[in-house]
């Protein structure tokens, strides 16, 4: 085996990381200490910032099996490092999932075998089996003493992000251990092997490896917390400078920066354990339960939730519980509120997982997974709300997963260890930094060959070098660059946007491009029934405005609307999914389910039954009145039973039940779903032929429409056979019954907030479940396509009989102007300013997930280009959704997601920015939520972002701007061996940067959303033009005060004698006495003071933007109070000197001509700032750019294939055509487009 090894974890999953061992080295660890030692504890520091660098100069390398550390990086975009110390535990057994009893008792043949995969060999054999340490009473100790005839194993793992890695032998790598889906079991091996439940010695001996079944969000202490933020490199400099500027006697400045850095670090440490606590309150809520377990003996005994590991056997009650663990459901029924997870609150039906009878198993019987099984499993922490259960057989369900692996447990990770936030602005901002740095290395040299040619001390050489480094930091700096996030996330919730990740707020200012589901969304959340069409011997009736009559009341179409539902009776009030709803309510029938009283009087569980109203009976009036009492007796107890359900699945796209009507030998089974994949389970000959042209008519008008199907059972399918046979069974050879028309009606804001977003050059695409037809007439109704667009439906074939993989393209419908192609201008904008324009059809794609599946697999490069016009994205299953999201930020799009969070989670948490439309304060479903039903929050939530994008460019700005202006004064004073004094630093700090920094944050958004887009970084033509200008501004200004006040005739060497005031009582008398050490009192600097506290004023005032992402700077009363008063305080104290303040700001007494001459100085570099950055708005750099062409390509991937595609003389494919894969080489797919006649 390799040394030096690299290992990869969690290979092709969010988390994969590479892993290389370590083992720890006594010499290198010895040179380290008298390393720390020699740098006075620097060198430890460094070590913790960066762990890749403690790890190789503590440790050598070695194999991952006997690592004592491990050096972990992420192989993400982000490449971050992380260690690991490995530990090793004793344990009687190898594998979790091997029984105790049935284990040898000589030790493992290997340790590579499949029977012990996680295990190590002892590294001494241990004296008959026993463990030659003493007893610790730990669980592991007491087991092996418990079974002291087997031989223990050393078991290795480390811990990382709260999930415990085992090393696997046979893997020869760590592993996760997740639970029960480890074993890769099938369905009917969970109801044969693990419904039995677990002894107490499984249940012990599997919690070495599981754990405590907890999600334990712990607390940090004040003291773990301060150190943590307290090492942040950007305090440990301020520390420095605070050293730094004590030994050059800046006492006081040296307080205010201390006392200014212990409230934001006291304000930090604050906001920190307030969501500590807030999260762990939110997690500790009911996590710890008491819960009855299902043990093998088959006795019921109550146990803390804690101990529950993957394969207990739980007991549900029957009044409901909050479940403490993921777990899959083997017998009964339960009703979920899953709005924890999903943010959705309709409450959903959970059944029994389905066990296939042993001849049915073939193709069947798949393997337990929670995603493809989530309708059977019970998530951690949602709240079971009622069950319905057997006599003598209890609800139970398989624990799966505890503790972090569960559903819930992920979700609290993804809280606890966020992924860094890749945004332009953050990484510029430290380049922009690492400039200043460069800038201040300049001064350090210039400042040392200063002093050394002067002759300075060796001290005041350090100290005055050092103290130019200082400058180039702002202390205010993090405090001032999450000023205008907080200001803006406190008006989004004025607004009902909640937000819980406050820095992807600066990236919504980014968005332009905007996903929204259909339903609930763009469109009402509830259905109105508009209709039915039934069909009777493959022929379709006329339609009929409702199917609640007498002469339909016993039809199978009517039996299929009244049983094929979820819904459940909750406080005696009708419960479930709105279609579902609608369409029950629409027949007029009664449901009714059984009371806990009455499912205990029956042998099975008692069916919910459902029934019509008495005066919706036929009744015959000729009868006898004798015969007509009998019929009234039979006609009331008219009623169905649902034996079996099986819900509803967004990848299958449809749901069934089996049902029994009273009095009736045979079940029946009903289905209703998409109509397509309703059709297609059915008998060819039951399907009308002209079912395309109708389905097309509705959806075409924009109806949601649901075909409904029936199929009687046989006789032999009894009731204990219908609760065990297989979904696909019944789900076949099926009569179509006919179709069910709904109208989804737009929300009254759907429109106007689309032409909004597309006045805005923010692109809308429309990803929904629903029909492919009714979402392009939806898509049209909206606005979302115009009518005279065209719509281009691709259809793609999977590989068949050896023919590759097609796509076949086509016309959704005929475009309201088809006499030729229109032409528009699409403006590829680049960093938010229009390229030249380049002329392209109007033509939109629309695909279903089917072919969005295909596609994704055989054309991959063609994908890229179908989501650049693509608009319409029907059928899509959840994962589709997420991976849509994706492919769009793969083309450098900046994806905003609205959705209502049922089966948008993934998406919205891969999105930039994932609104969901929920009822609730915040879902952990996404980053935002808006309590606001509708998609009108959009444009704010990206107005906002905009607004808060735009400060923080406004306030980087202006604190880099601050740290040269105050750079530059301060190099200028070396040169006379002058400097600022302690209380101009910290009137400049405090008065100046503090009040303008937080004030010139608070201007909202701008009232509307206008096309152009802010830049995404500091890096851009614009700012950095803008920056570099007022830079040279303030320089030439400066120099010219510097080199002026030198060549006046009164100019000498300032002393507290000197008098060119012609004060016969001047103020500087009662300094006569007083001794200046760092010759701060001199006309150099009190005219450099003045002017460069006038620049701080002029440059916040000429960055503060307004229009067209923010109001203008006049509205912000707060920023315009601080900057007019701190003007008439420094004209007051330049003209009218008061004696106290001149001695505190240690400035001194100029002629009144001079102090002219300087209000002239000021005013114009107020109109030249002012000038150059109305020029720089007017994009007049673009001029000097000119100067020297270049060609310019778009930076955003987007718009490259744009540029691409306007030259492709076969884009867009034509309906007539068929575009086929090829072979596919290394670097992508191959495609040739095929014209048919």
Known sequence: MERGEMKILNKGEEEEMELQGYRLCRWRLALVGFGVLCTGGFLLLLLYWLPEWCVKSTCTRTTARDAEVVLLRSTDEFRRWFLARVRVMLAPGSNPFHSLETQTTSPPSSPSSPSCPFSSPSPSPLANGHTPHPSDGSPAQELIRRFSYYQPTQIRYFTFHSTKYYWNDEMQNFKVLIGLEDLEVSCSTIHSEHSAGLTRNQQEYRKLFFGVNEIAVKVPSVFKLLIKEVLNPFYIFQLFSIILWSADEYYYYAVAILLMSVISIATSLYTIKKQYVMLHDMVAAHSIVRVSVYRANNDVEETLSTDLVPGDVVVIPSNGTIMPCDAVLISGTCIVNESM????????????????????????????????????????????????????????????????????????????????????????????????????????????????????????????SLDIITITVPPALPAAMTAGIVYAQRRLKKIGIFCISPQRINICG???????????????????????????????????????????????????????????????????????????EATGWILEEATEEETALHNRIMPTVVRPPPQLLPTQADESAEQDMELAELSSLYEIGIVRQFPFSSALQRMSVVSRTLGEKCMDAYMKGAPEVVASLCKSETVPENFAEVLEGYTKQGFRVIALAHRRLGSKLNWHKVQNVNRDYIEANLEFLGLIIMQNKLKAETPGVLQDLHRANIRTIMVTGDN?????????????????????????????????????????????????????????EDEGHAEEPKTQPLYHFAMNGKSFAIIAEHFPDMLQKLVLHGTVFARMAPDQKTQLVETLQGVDYFVGMCGDGANDCGALKRAHSGISLSELEASVASPFTSRTPNISCVPSLIREG??????????????????????????????????????????????????????????????????????????????????????????????????????????????????????SDHLNVSGLNQTDNHNIQNFENTSLFYVSCFQYLIVAIVFSKGKPFRQPSYKNWPFVLSAVSLYFFLLFIMFYPVKGIDDYLE???????????????????????????????????????????????????????????????????????TTEAKPRPENGSVYDIISHS
């Open 341 to 464: 997870l999903t943010g959705e609150s309709v409450p959903v039906t959970k059944t029994n997982l389905p066990n296939p009878l042993p001849g049915e198993r073939e193709g069947a019987d798949s393997a337990y997974n929670t995603e493809e099984h989530k309708r059977h499993t019970l998530f951690c922490g949602t709240n079971v709300i009622q069950t319905r259960f057997y006599t003598g057989e209890l609800v139970k369900a398989v624990v799966v997963r505890t503790g972090f692996s569960t559903a819930k447990g992920q979700l609290v990770r993804s809280i606890l260890y966020p992924k860094p936030t890749d945004f332009k602005l953050y990484r510029d901002a430290y380049l922009f930094l690492l400039c200043l740095v460069a800038v201040a290395g300049i001064g350090f040299i210039y400042s040392i060959i200063l002093s050394v040619m002067k002759g300075e001390e060796v001290k005041t050489i350090i100290i005055e």
């Open 510 to 584: 980014q968005i332009n491009l905007v996903c929204f589901d259909k339903t609930g969304t763009l469109t009402e959340d509830g259905l109105d029934m508009w209709g039915v069409q039934r069909v009777e011997g493959g022929r379709f009736h006329l339609s009929e405005e409702s199917a609640n009559k007498e002469n339909l009341v016993k039809s199978q179409f009517v039996a299929c609307m009244a049983t094929c539902h979820s819904l459940t009776k909750i406080e005696g009030q009708l419960s479930g999914d709105p279609l579902d709803l609608k369409m029950f």
């Open 772 to 828: 492919m037809l009714t979402a392009v007439s939806v898509a049209r109704d909206c606005g979302m396509i115009p009518p005279e667009d065209m719509v281009i439906i691709a259809d793609a074939l999977p590989p068949h009989d050896g023919q590759a993989a097609k796509i076949a393209w086509r016309y959704a419908d005929k475009p309201s102007r088809t006499t030729r192609l229109e032409e528009i201008s699409i403006s590829l």
């Open 946 to 1063: 905009r607004a808060a994008l735009i400060t923080s460019f406004c306030v980087f700005k202006f604190m880099a701007l601050y740290s040269i202006i105050q750079y530059i004064s301060v190099t200028l004073l070396y040169s006379v061996s002058s400097n600022l004094g302690d209380f101009q630093f910290l009137f400049i700090d405090i008065a100046i940067i503090l009040l303008i920094v937080f004030t010139m944050s608070l201007n909202p958004a701008w009232k509307e959303l206008v096309s152009r887009r802010p830049p995404s970084g500091l890096i851009s033509g614009p700012l950095l033009f803008s920056v570099l200008t007022q830079i040279l501004i303030c320089l030439g200004f400066q120099t010219i005060t510097f080199l002026w006040v030198q060549k006046q005739p009164w100019f000498e060497r300032w002393t507290p004698a000197t008098n060119v005031c012609n004060h």
């Open 1147 to 1217: 400035i001194v007494c100029v002629p009144f001509e001079w102090k002219l001459n300087l209000l002239l100085i000021i005013a114009v570099n107020a109109a030249v700032s002012v000038m150059v950055e109305g020029a720089v708005d007017m994009q007049a750099y673009k001029c000097l750019f000119r100067l020297c062409p270049r060609k310019t390509t778009p930076k955003a991937r987007y718009m490259h294939l744009a540029q691409e595609l306007s030259l492709d003389p076969d884009w867009p494919p034509k309906p007539t055509t």
